[in-house]
Each structure stands twice: as C-alpha cells, then as structure tokens.
C-alpha cells in the first residue's frame, strides 16, 4: 500500500491560505463582472444622453447672443450688431450639427428638425428684415420674436427629453447597483464565514502545541526542568515538542552539576573583595548597598552590617560620594545632559584616626547588564593616596617657598635693567639694547610665573583672602567686557554678553571671579581665530548659578581635556604660545575656594565651553 501523505506544518498552512485565498479570488471575480455591467450602463447614460444636453444649452445661448446682435442693429449699432448675429449664427449650425450626429432615442429626431426648421425661419426673418427696412418694433413683435420663441422651445424640448432619458437611465442604474451590491455581499458574506471556520480549525490544530510549549518554557524559565510537552503530532510542532524536552533533560543535567560550581565561584569572589587593598563597595541598581570590604568600612567610617541593604540616603553620610553613585545609578537617556567632570581632587575622602589622616580618592563605575536601557548596579573603588598627597603637598610648599624668595631679586633684577635702559639708551649699540629688551621681556615673564605660583600656592592651601558679598552677575560680566573687549575687537572676534536672569546675585569675591572670567576668556581669544564668536552666559540651576564661556574655536582633542586643569599644561600643536599653563589651575582652585566646579565640554574643530558654579546670595540667606 502507498504510504500515507505527511501533513507537514507547512503544508497545512499552504493549503489554508491557499482555500483562502481561492474564496478572495471568487468575490474579486465577482465584484469585478459587477462592477463592469455597471460601469457599461453608467458610461452609455453620460456618453449618449450628455452630449445632446450640452448641444441644447449651447444652442440656445447662440440664439439669445443673436437676439441681442439684433437689439444692437436697432440701437445705432448696426455693424457690431450684424456681426454678432452672423458669428453666433455658425455656432449654432455647429452644435445643431452635432445633435444631429447624436440621435440615440425616439422622439429626438422630431424635435431636431423642429429646431432645423424653426432656426431657418429665424434667419430668414433677419434676412428679410433688412432688405425690407422695416422699424425695430415690427420686425421684433411680426417676425423675430415668434421664430426666436419657436427656436428657444424646441432647444429646451431636446434637453429636457434627454434629461428625461437620464433620469430613466439612472434608476435602471442605481437597480443594477443595488442588485450589484447584495450580489456581491453574500457571496463575500458567505466567503468570510467559510473563510473563517476554516481558519478557527487550522488555528485551533496550530496553537494548542503551541500553547503546551509555552506553558512548558515558563515553567523552565521558573525553574521547573522537569516540565515536558505532549506532543502527538507528525509536523514540524511535534519534532520542536520532541527537541524542547531533549533540551529540559539537559538543562536539568546542567543545573545539578553546576549549582556547586557557581557557589564556589561565588565564594572565590567574595574572598578576592575581602582581601582587597583597595577599598570595594558594590551598590545595588535600587540604590541599596550590597556589600563592602573591610577597607570600605573603614573609609565610610560604618560597618557592612549597618549599611547592607540600607538606601545611599542613610548609609553614604558623603555627599559627594553620594551624589555620584545616584548619578551612575541614574537610567541612560538618549540624548544626555551635560554633567559636570569631576577633577580628582574633588573625589577625595578624609579620615583621621590616633592624629593620623589619610586620604582615599574613590571612582565610581556603572555595572552595565548588557542592555542598552538597564543597570545592575555601580562598584566604588576606593583608593589610598595618602602617600600622593603628601608629596603633593611637600611640592606645593617648595614651589612657595621658592617663588617667594625668587620674588624680590626678580623684582631687583627687573628694576636694574629698566634704569639701565632708560639711562643708557644712547651708549648702547642696537644689538646691546635688544638684549637688554630681552632680558626685561624674560624678566617680565618670570614675574609673572613667580606670581601666579604663589596665587596658586595660597589657593591650595586656603590662605588666599576672600572679600565674599552678594553683588550682581552682570557687573561682572560688564567688568570683563571693558577688561578685554578691545582685545576680542582687534582679533575681529565678537564678544556676547548674554544678559543673566533676572537679579541674579552670587556671593562671591568680585576680584578673584572676574579674574577666572578674564582667564576665560583671554584662552577663548587665543584659540579662536578671526570672524568667530565667544559668549558669556548664565542659567540659574537650583541654588548655584551656572556660568559659561563658549567660543568656536579649534576646540580641545579629547586626550587633552583630563589634564588642562593639571599645573603647567598647554596645548601643543595649535599656532599659539604664551601663559605659564597655571591660568587653568588657579581658576579652578578660586572656584572650588567659592563651593563651586570648573569643567569644560568640547570636540575638536567645534569649540569649547567652559562652565563653572557659584552660589547664589539667595542661597546663602535662606
């Protein structure tokens, strides 16, 4: 015997679209003859009955224009009148002749020869009335006015006898419409009711195996890998049923045998973290603590048993610390704001014990889980950089020391070589007198290095004076325009000045912040060139107003934008020099003096922005 047909998956779903489709290729057929007849019938009442209604409305529009070309003739206008009427006149033969042409039904042929007969009468009464001169009322009341009545009459009669018709045509349409319409929708009716019994028996054989694999996923993804389907089918579901239960007996297999191994796993991890001589502490993507190190505890000063699944509000006393774990805990955006870059100094921690203090520069890392969109948490690293900061601290006082007792023989050399130059002008030879210029450009120079060393050094160690007072953002803004408005002016560089919020106040030392403005600025100018732009702003953002310098200049390459607040960094490669390569620095240090941060966004060949923080006076009131 002939081994039985296999019906495959595939093939019972060809053979349902297929009968479906056969049902849809019915109704189109359908549809489409009815739609034929109809559109015969309605293309044989606008074709034949139209044309003939036209003709008649044209007719007797050239019949009334050669009435008035009559009315013209009597009224002193003999010439336009006759010309008019003669115009006029092969125009109605032409449409009469149209007519004619279109003779579809009974009745029309009478009518258009009482118009052909009525027409001639009308001209030769015009005829006639010229050569027998007789006066306007006798021509138009004897002869005129009865064969144009008689024209204008049968002109009507031809278009009303074919509106008739239309009229006649268009029920007889609109029957064959409607038979049209309950034709075509029961035997589409009777299309989607066998359509879909045959469609709910397919789905129904189709989804239940279906349905069974489902149930069994969610069990194993639950953790149930002793879930199986019962599959009897021969098609391609009952071969995944039969591959889905290979699969659950060796996943069931795998989980026995590697319970064990991820717990040691486990165990091996927490062990390196226990021993660890960098502090570790891991957040959760709740913002609860998971766990720390020993080192940790004793940097946050709190034992893990305290904090562990405790929010960063309660365990993290820092609020630094805090406020940058929550920031990498914070769901990605697609198009993120600017955040501020914190400098390494800025994450730092104290901790004193037995007279002792030891210092810990922490960094915070995001736990990605794959997903663009999700979190699983952060890590903060805490390390010790006691040792760093001592001798950082050892090299900022010999770098004061040493500009302050390089100062005044500076000082002395600087004067010496001014009053050489003034009192000897004359005895020198020009080579001598540019070495001597020189010798004072250089001289000039180590000033002003000495200088901002100690301005630095005095920062860093928090014996630069303050005179903090609540004064208006916009004074200073105009300070720093008038300081180097010239300067932008001469480079052909425009200077903006966006005017700040409405009575914006900070409480700030108005030297020391005009002098980070004009530093701002005067590096703005020096890697801007001619024609470009560089705008002072203000956003008031919480209790700290944001201020910015932006220009569109060659911009910083990314490399370099971790290290130009380092002392003694400036760009190579751009064209321009001079600078000590402490402006940066010094500016930085005088906002961190005020409670405020310094960072910088920027690409290479689109600008910088330079934005910085100060409090505002309503902050420091309330």
Known sequence: MPQAMKWTLRKKILVGYGLVLALLL???????????????????????????IRAADKMIGAVERQESGL???????????????????????????RAEDNITIDGERE?????????????????????????????????MQPTFQEVRQACQDLRQVNLETMQAQSEQTQALADRAIWSVGGVGLLAISLGL?????????????????????????AGDYDARVDVQSQDELGALAEQFNTMADRLGAYQALNVERVIAEKRKNETIIQNMADGVLIVHADGTIDTANPVAEDVLGEPLARMQGRPLSEALQHEPLRKTVQRALDPPQSCPQPKPAQPPSDRQIERSRNGTTRHFDYEVTPLHTGHADEHGGAVVLFRDVTHFKEVDRLKSEFVATASHQLKTPLTSIAMSIRLLMESSESTFSPDDYELLEAAEEDTVRLRKLTQDLLDLSKVESGSMEMDRQSLPLQLLFEKTHQVLGGQAEAKGIALDVDAPPDHATVFADATKVTWVLTNLVSNALRYTSGGGTIALGADVIGDKIHISVRDD?????YEHQAKIFDKFVQLTGTGETGGSGLGLAISREVVRAHGGTLWVDSAPGEGSCFTFTLPLSSARTS
Request: no cysteine; net charge negative; hydrophobic share 50%.
């Open 26 to 52: 019915f109704v189109f057929s359908w549809a489409f003859l009815s739609l034929t007849w109809l559109g015969g019938a309605s293309d044989a009442m606008l074709t034949e009955n139209y044309d003939s």
């Open 71 to 97: 009315l013209l003739h009597w009224n002193a206008f003999e010439a336009e009148g006759i010309a008019q009427f003669q115009e006029n006149q092969s125009v109605f033969l032409q449409w009469l002749a």
């Open 111 to 143: 009518i258009i020869d009482r118009i052909s007969g009525a027409y001639a009468a009308y001209t030769a009464g015009f005829t006639s009335v010229l050569r027998d001169g007789l006066t306007a009322e006798q021509a138009y009341h004897e002869r």
């Open 197 to 221: 019994l045959f469609s709910a028996l397919l789905s129904k054989r189709i989804v239940r195996p279906i349905k069974q694999l489902q149930e069994a996923s969610q069990a194993l993804a």
């Open 553 to 557: 200049g060659v911009g910083i390459p």
